[in-house]
């Protein structure tokens, strides 16, 4: 079951961690992010990130296809709110 707590938690987790991934510029910053996020995914909700990733295990943990993860995760929790 996913809780309303878990998908708050992670809505507010993931849209401030986008916010300062998109207009960074930072190499470093953009790959603390991305380690924090992938962090952050290890120890979520199982049943949240299956439903958030569409069945992708590498989802929000593949460096070329971050950004546009994290973007599909934020709007994705957006609408379960």
Known sequence: MITKDSIETAYSFLH?????????????QKDDIE??????????????YEALSNGRSDFLRDHKRFEEDITVAVGQLEKKL
């Not at 401030?16 to 470093?28: E, F, G, M, P």
């Not at 380690?35 to 949240?48: F, G, H, K, N």
Request: negative net charge.
């Open 16 to 28: 401030q961690k986008r916010n300062v991934y998109i207009h960074s510029t930072l190499d470093w």
């Open 35 to 48: 380690y924090a996020i992938s962090s952050y995914v290890d120890d979520m909700s199982q049943e949240l």
